[in-house]
Protein backbone atom coordinates (compact mmCIF):
# COMPACT_ATOMS: atom_id res chain seq x y z
CA UNK A 1 0.00 0.00 0.00
CA UNK A 2 3.00 2.19 1.09
CA UNK A 3 4.80 1.49 -2.18
CA UNK A 4 1.37 2.70 -4.69
CA UNK A 5 1.16 5.65 -2.87
CA UNK A 6 4.86 5.78 -3.40
CA UNK A 7 4.43 5.63 -6.79
CA UNK A 8 1.52 8.43 -7.11
CA UNK A 9 3.64 11.09 -5.75
CA UNK A 10 6.20 9.96 -7.90
CA UNK A 11 3.92 10.86 -10.95
CA UNK A 12 2.59 13.76 -9.81
CA UNK A 13 5.36 16.51 -10.76
CA UNK A 14 4.97 14.92 -14.29
CA UNK A 15 1.47 15.44 -14.71
CA UNK A 16 1.78 18.50 -13.52
CA UNK A 17 4.11 19.45 -16.24
CA UNK A 18 1.72 17.60 -18.90
CA UNK A 19 -1.01 20.61 -17.92
CA UNK A 20 1.34 23.19 -17.69
CA UNK A 21 2.44 21.94 -21.21
CA UNK A 22 -1.33 22.04 -22.37
CA UNK A 23 -1.65 25.66 -20.93
CA UNK A 24 1.42 26.93 -22.56
CA UNK A 25 0.03 25.65 -25.96
CA UNK A 26 -3.00 26.82 -25.46
CA UNK A 27 -2.08 30.30 -24.92
CA UNK A 28 0.53 30.09 -28.24
CA UNK A 29 -2.41 28.81 -30.00
CA UNK A 30 -4.96 31.51 -29.02
CA UNK A 31 -3.18 34.45 -30.52
CA UNK A 32 -2.60 32.26 -33.99
CA UNK A 33 -6.10 31.87 -34.37
CA UNK A 34 -6.69 35.64 -33.53
CA UNK A 35 -4.48 36.56 -36.37
CA UNK A 36 -6.02 33.78 -39.12
CA UNK A 37 -9.54 34.99 -38.32
CA UNK A 38 -8.20 39.03 -38.81
CA UNK A 39 -6.71 37.70 -41.93
CA UNK A 40 -9.61 35.81 -43.21
CA UNK A 41 -11.51 38.82 -42.07
CA UNK A 42 -9.42 41.10 -43.74
CA UNK A 43 -9.44 39.40 -47.49
CA UNK A 44 -12.83 38.86 -47.27
CA UNK A 45 -13.28 42.14 -49.64
CA UNK A 46 -14.02 40.66 -52.98
CA UNK A 47 -13.22 42.36 -56.12
CA UNK A 48 -14.00 40.01 -59.09
CA UNK A 49 -17.31 39.62 -60.50
CA UNK A 50 -19.23 36.60 -59.02
CA UNK A 51 -20.26 33.98 -61.03
CA UNK A 52 -22.77 31.15 -59.95
CA UNK A 53 -21.35 27.77 -59.94
CA UNK A 54 -22.31 24.18 -58.18
CA UNK A 55 -20.16 25.82 -55.59
CA UNK A 56 -20.65 28.99 -55.40
CA UNK A 57 -23.70 31.55 -55.10
CA UNK A 58 -23.85 35.17 -55.38
CA UNK A 59 -25.81 38.20 -54.22
CA UNK A 60 -25.67 40.63 -56.54
CA UNK A 61 -27.51 44.10 -56.97
CA UNK A 62 -27.61 48.13 -58.13
CA UNK A 63 -26.95 51.03 -56.63
CA UNK A 64 -28.28 53.32 -58.69
CA UNK A 65 -26.26 56.80 -58.40
CA UNK A 66 -24.41 55.83 -55.90
CA UNK A 67 -20.96 55.62 -58.13
CA UNK A 68 -18.43 53.53 -57.42
CA UNK A 69 -17.06 52.51 -53.93
CA UNK A 70 -19.75 52.16 -51.70
CA UNK A 71 -19.26 49.30 -49.59
CA UNK A 72 -21.42 46.39 -49.92
CA UNK A 73 -21.66 43.43 -47.33
CA UNK A 74 -22.84 40.00 -46.19
CA UNK A 75 -23.17 37.99 -43.37
CA UNK A 76 -24.03 34.43 -42.98
CA UNK A 77 -23.25 30.61 -42.78
CA UNK A 78 -20.06 31.83 -44.27
CA UNK A 79 -19.05 34.30 -42.49
CA UNK A 80 -18.88 37.84 -43.80
CA UNK A 81 -17.67 38.77 -47.20
CA UNK A 82 -17.27 42.98 -48.65
CA UNK A 83 -17.27 44.22 -52.12
CA UNK A 84 -17.22 47.37 -53.39
CA UNK A 85 -19.81 49.07 -56.31
CA UNK A 86 -18.16 49.48 -59.27
CA UNK A 87 -18.82 53.13 -61.89
CA UNK A 88 -22.37 52.19 -62.38
CA UNK A 89 -23.55 51.42 -58.62
CA UNK A 90 -23.49 47.65 -59.48
CA UNK A 91 -21.95 44.89 -56.67
CA UNK A 92 -22.07 41.22 -56.46
CA UNK A 93 -20.78 39.10 -53.57
CA UNK A 94 -19.55 35.14 -53.87
CA UNK A 95 -20.67 32.91 -50.84
CA UNK A 96 -19.68 29.22 -50.81
CA UNK A 97 -22.19 28.29 -48.12
CA UNK A 98 -25.73 28.48 -48.22
CA UNK A 99 -28.21 29.79 -46.35
CA UNK A 100 -29.61 33.17 -45.15
CA UNK A 101 -27.33 36.07 -45.29
CA UNK A 102 -27.88 39.57 -44.31
CA UNK A 103 -26.83 42.21 -46.31
CA UNK A 104 -26.05 45.93 -45.42
CA UNK A 105 -24.58 48.87 -47.46
CA UNK A 106 -22.18 51.07 -45.33
CA UNK A 107 -23.51 54.63 -45.11
CA UNK A 108 -20.82 56.08 -44.78
CA UNK A 109 -19.45 55.43 -47.86
CA UNK A 110 -22.67 56.87 -49.81
CA UNK A 111 -21.87 60.01 -51.95
CA UNK A 112 -22.51 63.18 -49.90
CA UNK A 113 -26.61 64.20 -50.51
CA UNK A 114 -27.49 59.76 -51.18
CA UNK A 115 -29.08 58.43 -47.95
CA UNK A 116 -30.63 54.93 -47.63
CA UNK A 117 -34.31 55.06 -47.22
CA UNK A 118 -34.07 52.11 -44.59
CA UNK A 119 -31.27 51.23 -42.09
CA UNK A 120 -32.95 47.08 -41.95
CA UNK A 121 -30.53 44.84 -43.61
CA UNK A 122 -31.96 42.70 -46.28
CA UNK A 123 -32.43 39.23 -45.16
CA UNK A 124 -31.74 36.96 -48.08
CA UNK A 125 -31.54 32.73 -48.90
CA UNK A 126 -28.54 31.88 -50.79
CA UNK A 127 -28.33 28.55 -52.85
CA UNK A 128 -25.18 27.81 -54.63
CA UNK A 129 -25.39 27.87 -58.38
CA UNK A 130 -27.99 30.91 -58.86
CA UNK A 131 -27.88 34.41 -58.50
CA UNK A 132 -30.16 36.13 -55.76
CA UNK A 133 -30.97 39.94 -55.66
CA UNK A 134 -30.40 42.22 -52.63
CA UNK A 135 -32.77 45.48 -53.29
CA UNK A 136 -31.94 48.77 -51.51
CA UNK A 137 -33.98 52.21 -51.79
CA UNK A 138 -31.96 55.25 -51.67
CA UNK A 139 -32.76 58.91 -51.93
CA UNK A 140 -31.05 62.03 -52.48
CA UNK A 141 -31.86 65.60 -51.35
CA UNK A 142 -33.36 65.73 -54.81
CA UNK A 143 -35.86 63.06 -54.45
CA UNK A 144 -35.72 59.35 -54.61
CA UNK A 145 -32.69 56.96 -56.57
CA UNK A 146 -34.62 54.36 -57.37
CA UNK A 147 -34.24 50.75 -56.27
CA UNK A 148 -31.06 49.00 -56.40
CA UNK A 149 -31.57 46.47 -59.16
CA UNK A 150 -30.51 42.63 -59.04
CA UNK A 151 -29.96 39.89 -61.34
CA UNK A 152 -32.19 36.84 -60.62
CA UNK A 153 -34.19 35.39 -58.50
CA UNK A 154 -34.14 35.97 -54.21
CA UNK A 155 -37.22 37.51 -52.48
CA UNK A 156 -38.27 41.02 -53.18
CA UNK A 157 -37.08 44.33 -51.13
CA UNK A 158 -39.27 44.78 -48.19
CA UNK A 159 -39.72 48.55 -48.91
CA UNK A 160 -41.22 48.42 -52.56
CA UNK A 161 -41.55 44.32 -53.45
CA UNK A 162 -41.23 45.49 -57.34
CA UNK A 163 -39.20 47.51 -59.31
CA UNK A 164 -38.94 47.95 -63.21
CA UNK A 165 -35.53 46.79 -63.40
CA UNK A 166 -36.59 43.38 -61.06
CA UNK A 167 -39.16 42.66 -63.34
CA UNK A 168 -37.41 43.07 -66.93
CA UNK A 169 -34.47 40.62 -65.02
CA UNK A 170 -37.30 38.17 -64.15
CA UNK A 171 -39.18 38.11 -67.24
CA UNK A 172 -35.93 37.30 -69.33
CA UNK A 173 -35.26 34.40 -66.40
CA UNK A 174 -38.28 33.01 -67.28
CA UNK A 175 -38.54 33.11 -70.91
CA UNK A 176 -35.14 30.97 -70.33
CA UNK A 177 -36.92 29.00 -68.36
CA UNK A 178 -39.71 28.35 -70.45
CA UNK A 179 -37.70 27.62 -73.47
CA UNK A 180 -36.19 24.87 -71.56
CA UNK A 181 -38.99 23.60 -70.06
CA UNK A 182 -40.69 23.39 -74.39
CA UNK A 183 -37.97 21.26 -74.95
CA UNK A 184 -38.89 18.52 -73.05
CA UNK A 185 -42.96 19.57 -72.75
CA UNK A 186 -43.43 18.78 -76.70
CA UNK A 187 -42.07 15.33 -76.50
CA UNK A 188 -43.87 14.54 -73.27
CA UNK A 189 -47.20 15.61 -75.14
CA UNK A 190 -46.01 13.82 -78.09
CA UNK A 191 -46.22 10.48 -76.58
CA UNK A 192 -48.99 11.24 -74.86
CA UNK A 193 -51.14 12.23 -78.01
CA UNK A 194 -49.52 8.94 -79.95
CA UNK A 195 -49.98 6.20 -76.81
CA UNK A 196 -52.10 8.13 -74.10
CA UNK A 197 -48.95 7.17 -71.32
CA UNK A 198 -48.33 9.90 -68.84
CA UNK A 199 -44.12 8.93 -69.27
CA UNK A 200 -43.07 9.59 -65.50
CA UNK A 201 -39.62 8.61 -66.50
CA UNK A 202 -39.22 11.49 -68.94
CA UNK A 203 -37.41 13.91 -66.59
CA UNK A 204 -34.62 10.76 -66.40
CA UNK A 205 -34.11 11.34 -70.09
CA UNK A 206 -33.40 15.20 -69.40
CA UNK A 207 -30.91 14.36 -66.41
CA UNK A 208 -29.32 11.63 -68.64
CA UNK A 209 -28.70 13.68 -71.70
CA UNK A 210 -27.56 16.62 -69.01
CA UNK A 211 -24.92 13.73 -67.21
CA UNK A 212 -23.84 12.09 -70.53
CA UNK A 213 -22.52 16.18 -71.29
CA UNK A 214 -20.40 15.82 -68.47
CA UNK A 215 -18.98 12.53 -69.22
CA UNK A 216 -18.29 13.69 -72.54
CA UNK A 217 -17.11 17.16 -72.22
CA UNK A 218 -15.64 17.66 -68.68
CA UNK A 219 -14.66 14.08 -68.57
CA UNK A 220 -13.37 12.69 -71.67
CA UNK A 221 -12.50 16.53 -72.54
CA UNK A 222 -14.40 16.63 -75.98
CA UNK A 223 -15.74 20.03 -77.61
CA UNK A 224 -18.74 21.08 -75.98
CA UNK A 225 -20.70 21.23 -79.29
CA UNK A 226 -19.29 17.68 -80.66
CA UNK A 227 -20.03 16.32 -77.23
CA UNK A 228 -23.57 17.43 -77.58
CA UNK A 229 -24.27 16.45 -81.05
CA UNK A 230 -22.82 13.01 -79.19
CA UNK A 231 -24.94 13.26 -76.38
CA UNK A 232 -28.62 13.79 -78.85
CA UNK A 233 -27.77 11.11 -80.64
CA UNK A 234 -27.28 8.79 -77.83
CA UNK A 235 -30.56 9.95 -76.25
CA UNK A 236 -32.01 9.45 -79.14
CA UNK A 237 -31.04 5.67 -79.70
CA UNK A 238 -32.19 5.55 -76.36
CA UNK A 239 -35.69 6.05 -77.05
CA UNK A 240 -35.47 4.50 -79.93
CA UNK A 241 -34.28 1.62 -78.24
CA UNK A 242 -36.52 1.83 -75.13
CA UNK A 243 -39.70 1.73 -77.81
CA UNK A 244 -38.35 -1.43 -79.86
CA UNK A 245 -37.54 -3.20 -76.34
CA UNK A 246 -40.58 -2.35 -74.00
CA UNK A 247 -43.42 -0.03 -75.25
CA UNK A 248 -44.17 -2.31 -78.22
CA UNK A 249 -44.28 -5.66 -76.75
CA UNK A 250 -46.58 -3.90 -73.70
CA UNK A 251 -48.80 -2.46 -76.35
CA UNK A 252 -48.74 -5.72 -78.14
CA UNK A 253 -49.65 -7.45 -74.80
CA UNK A 254 -52.40 -4.58 -74.43
CA UNK A 255 -51.82 -3.58 -71.08
CA UNK A 256 -53.66 -0.54 -69.55
CA UNK A 257 -52.57 2.96 -69.33
CA UNK A 258 -52.34 2.04 -65.60
CA UNK A 259 -49.71 -0.40 -66.00
CA UNK A 260 -48.31 1.27 -68.52
CA UNK A 261 -47.60 4.34 -66.21
CA UNK A 262 -46.80 2.12 -63.38
CA UNK A 263 -43.83 0.65 -65.67
CA UNK A 264 -42.95 4.42 -66.49
CA UNK A 265 -42.57 5.21 -62.18
CA UNK A 266 -40.55 2.27 -62.13
CA UNK A 267 -38.09 2.89 -64.96
CA UNK A 268 -38.10 6.90 -63.21
CA UNK A 269 -36.26 5.12 -60.05
CA UNK A 270 -34.19 2.33 -61.65
CA UNK A 271 -32.86 5.53 -64.07
CA UNK A 272 -32.59 7.60 -61.26
CA UNK A 273 -30.33 5.00 -59.28
CA UNK A 274 -28.14 4.33 -62.11
CA UNK A 275 -27.11 7.81 -62.27
CA UNK A 276 -26.30 8.14 -58.75
CA UNK A 277 -24.20 4.68 -58.99
CA UNK A 278 -21.73 5.49 -61.56
CA UNK A 279 -22.14 9.68 -61.30
CA UNK A 280 -22.82 9.82 -57.87
CA UNK A 281 -25.25 11.59 -55.60
CA UNK A 282 -23.32 15.36 -56.06
CA UNK A 283 -23.46 18.03 -58.51
CA UNK A 284 -21.56 18.21 -61.60
CA UNK A 285 -20.38 20.69 -64.13
CA UNK A 286 -20.70 20.13 -67.75
CA UNK A 287 -17.75 22.73 -68.62
CA UNK A 288 -15.28 23.75 -65.57
CA UNK A 289 -15.46 27.36 -66.73
CA UNK A 290 -17.26 29.99 -65.00
CA UNK A 291 -20.10 31.65 -67.71
CA UNK A 292 -19.12 35.10 -68.37
CA UNK A 293 -22.19 37.78 -67.77
CA UNK A 294 -23.70 39.89 -70.23
CA UNK A 295 -25.52 43.16 -69.60
CA UNK A 296 -28.57 44.21 -71.79
CA UNK A 297 -30.15 47.16 -70.53
CA UNK A 298 -31.33 46.29 -67.05
CA UNK A 299 -31.28 42.35 -67.73
CA UNK A 300 -28.08 40.37 -66.97
CA UNK A 301 -27.85 36.91 -68.43
CA UNK A 302 -25.01 34.72 -69.07
CA UNK A 303 -23.34 34.31 -72.65
CA UNK A 304 -24.27 30.25 -71.90
CA UNK A 305 -28.05 31.43 -71.30
CA UNK A 306 -28.07 33.42 -74.41
CA UNK A 307 -26.88 30.69 -76.61
CA UNK A 308 -28.92 28.07 -75.19
CA UNK A 309 -32.39 30.47 -75.78
CA UNK A 310 -31.11 30.86 -78.93
CA UNK A 311 -30.69 27.07 -79.51
CA UNK A 312 -34.20 26.69 -78.01
CA UNK A 313 -36.03 28.99 -80.52
CA UNK A 314 -34.49 27.27 -83.54
CA UNK A 315 -34.71 23.64 -82.87
CA UNK A 316 -38.40 24.94 -81.01
CA UNK A 317 -39.08 26.13 -85.17
CA UNK A 318 -37.72 23.14 -86.62
CA UNK A 319 -39.96 21.26 -84.73
CA UNK A 320 -43.08 23.14 -85.23
CA UNK A 321 -42.25 23.25 -89.06
CA UNK A 322 -41.59 19.31 -89.27
CA UNK A 323 -44.85 18.83 -87.80
CA UNK A 324 -46.72 21.21 -90.10
CA UNK A 325 -44.89 21.27 -93.45
CA UNK A 326 -44.14 17.53 -93.61
CA UNK A 327 -45.86 14.15 -94.70
CA UNK A 328 -44.46 12.33 -91.60
CA UNK A 329 -45.19 15.52 -88.97
CA UNK A 330 -48.52 15.37 -89.98
CA UNK A 331 -48.62 11.66 -90.01
CA UNK A 332 -48.18 12.21 -86.73
CA UNK A 333 -50.69 15.03 -85.84
CA UNK A 334 -52.86 12.32 -87.48
CA UNK A 335 -51.82 9.93 -85.14
CA UNK A 336 -52.07 11.91 -81.87
CA UNK A 337 -55.60 13.15 -83.16
CA UNK A 338 -57.06 9.44 -83.60
CA UNK A 339 -54.84 6.49 -83.45
CA UNK A 340 -57.50 4.01 -84.78
CA UNK A 341 -58.27 6.32 -87.41
CA UNK A 342 -54.79 7.40 -88.54
CA UNK A 343 -53.97 3.44 -89.29
CA UNK A 344 -57.21 2.67 -91.20
CA UNK A 345 -56.11 5.61 -93.19
CA UNK A 346 -52.86 3.12 -94.02
CA UNK A 347 -50.63 5.55 -91.57
CA UNK A 348 -48.02 2.91 -89.81
CA UNK A 349 -49.02 3.67 -86.07
CA UNK A 350 -45.90 1.91 -85.07
CA UNK A 351 -43.45 3.76 -86.98
CA UNK A 352 -44.64 7.22 -85.81
CA UNK A 353 -44.91 6.36 -82.25
CA UNK A 354 -40.74 4.77 -82.57
CA UNK A 355 -40.14 8.08 -84.50
CA UNK A 356 -42.26 10.12 -81.51
CA UNK A 357 -39.97 8.38 -79.00
CA UNK A 358 -37.02 8.76 -80.53
CA UNK A 359 -37.49 12.32 -80.93
CA UNK A 360 -38.81 13.16 -77.84
CA UNK A 361 -35.77 11.30 -76.03
CA UNK A 362 -33.43 13.56 -77.94
CA UNK A 363 -35.37 16.79 -77.24
CA UNK A 364 -35.29 16.02 -73.39
CA UNK A 365 -31.55 15.41 -73.93
CA UNK A 366 -31.00 18.72 -75.49
CA UNK A 367 -32.99 20.93 -72.74
CA UNK A 368 -30.86 18.42 -70.47
CA UNK A 369 -27.70 19.79 -71.75
CA UNK A 370 -29.11 23.22 -72.20
CA UNK A 371 -30.10 23.52 -68.21
CA UNK A 372 -26.82 21.64 -67.55
CA UNK A 373 -24.99 24.63 -69.26
CA UNK A 374 -27.34 27.55 -67.47
CA UNK A 375 -27.60 26.25 -63.89
CA UNK A 376 -23.74 25.36 -64.34
CA UNK A 377 -24.25 22.43 -62.77
CA UNK A 378 -26.78 19.10 -62.91
CA UNK A 379 -27.50 15.97 -60.78
CA UNK A 380 -29.25 12.94 -60.65
CA UNK A 381 -32.36 14.80 -59.34
CA UNK A 382 -32.42 17.75 -61.95
CA UNK A 383 -34.92 15.79 -63.65
CA UNK A 384 -37.28 14.62 -61.10
CA UNK A 385 -37.76 18.34 -59.95
CA UNK A 386 -38.31 19.45 -63.40
CA UNK A 387 -40.97 16.91 -64.05
CA UNK A 388 -43.68 18.71 -62.20
CA UNK A 389 -43.51 21.65 -63.69
CA UNK A 390 -43.31 19.62 -67.13
CA UNK A 391 -46.61 17.82 -66.63
CA UNK A 392 -48.01 21.50 -65.74
CA UNK A 393 -46.68 22.90 -69.38
CA UNK A 394 -48.69 19.66 -71.16
CA UNK A 395 -51.67 19.90 -69.28
CA UNK A 396 -51.57 23.52 -69.07
CA UNK A 397 -51.55 23.79 -73.22
CA UNK A 398 -53.87 20.89 -73.74
CA UNK A 399 -53.02 17.06 -73.38
CA UNK A 400 -51.42 15.50 -76.68
CA UNK A 401 -51.02 18.65 -78.45
CA UNK A 402 -47.17 19.68 -79.20
CA UNK A 403 -48.06 23.76 -80.03
CA UNK A 404 -50.15 23.32 -76.60
CA UNK A 405 -47.35 22.06 -74.70
CA UNK A 406 -44.81 25.16 -76.17
CA UNK A 407 -47.36 27.74 -74.74
CA UNK A 408 -47.92 26.17 -71.65
CA UNK A 409 -44.22 25.94 -70.99
CA UNK A 410 -43.67 29.54 -71.77
CA UNK A 411 -46.86 30.51 -69.31
CA UNK A 412 -45.33 28.12 -66.57
CA UNK A 413 -41.93 29.46 -66.90
CA UNK A 414 -42.95 32.71 -67.16
CA UNK A 415 -45.28 32.48 -64.01
CA UNK A 416 -42.43 30.81 -61.99
CA UNK A 417 -39.84 33.41 -62.29
CA UNK A 418 -42.34 36.58 -61.84
CA UNK A 419 -43.51 35.08 -58.64
CA UNK A 420 -40.21 35.66 -57.16
CA UNK A 421 -40.81 39.40 -57.47
CA UNK A 422 -43.34 38.96 -54.45
CA UNK A 423 -43.18 35.75 -52.80
CA UNK A 424 -40.32 33.92 -51.49
CA UNK A 425 -38.68 31.30 -53.59
CA UNK A 426 -40.25 28.46 -52.37
CA UNK A 427 -43.81 29.58 -53.31
CA UNK A 428 -43.02 29.89 -56.97
CA UNK A 429 -44.14 26.17 -57.80
CA UNK A 430 -46.79 26.37 -55.76
CA UNK A 431 -47.91 29.37 -57.79
CA UNK A 432 -47.64 27.82 -61.03
CA UNK A 433 -49.55 24.90 -60.19
CA UNK A 434 -52.48 27.38 -59.01
CA UNK A 435 -52.65 29.07 -61.83
CA UNK A 436 -52.93 25.42 -63.63
CA UNK A 437 -55.92 24.71 -61.54
CA UNK A 438 -57.66 27.86 -62.28
CA UNK A 439 -57.48 27.30 -65.54
CA UNK A 440 -58.57 24.05 -65.76
CA UNK A 441 -61.67 24.90 -63.89
CA UNK A 442 -62.63 27.56 -66.18
CA UNK A 443 -61.18 25.40 -69.42
CA UNK A 444 -60.48 21.36 -68.26
CA UNK A 445 -59.02 20.84 -72.04
CA UNK A 446 -56.42 23.23 -71.51
CA UNK A 447 -55.73 26.40 -73.75
CA UNK A 448 -55.43 24.59 -77.28
CA UNK A 449 -57.15 20.68 -76.11
CA UNK A 450 -60.10 19.80 -77.50
CA UNK A 451 -63.16 19.55 -75.84
CA UNK A 452 -64.50 15.31 -75.59
CA UNK A 453 -67.82 14.32 -74.89
CA UNK A 454 -67.80 11.63 -72.43
CA UNK A 455 -70.11 8.54 -72.65
Not at 109 to 121: I, N, Q, Y
Not at 208 to 225: K, P, R, T
Amino acid sequence: MVSTTATERRSLPGILLLFAALIVALLTFIPTAAHAETTDDESAMQTEVCAPSATVGCLSGTLRDAGKGVVVSATGPGGTVSTETDDDGRWSLSVEQPGEYSVTVDADTLPEGVTLRSDEPQVRSVTLGANTAALFSLESSGGDTGDGGGTSGGSASADTGFNWDRLAQQAASGLRLGLLLALAAVGLSLIYGTTGISNFAHGELVTLGGLLAFVFANLLGLNIWLAGLIVIVLCAAFGYTQDLAIWKPLRKKRLSLTQLMIVTIGMSLALQYVFQFFIGASTVRIVMANPKPVQIGPVSLSQDSLIAMGIAVVVLVAVGLFLVKTRVGRATRAVSDNPALAAASGINVDGVIRLIWTASAALAGLAGILLGLVLNGINWMTGMQLLLLLFSAVTLGGLGTAFGALFGALIIGMTVELTNIWLPGDFKYATALLLLILLLLVRPQGLFGRKERVG
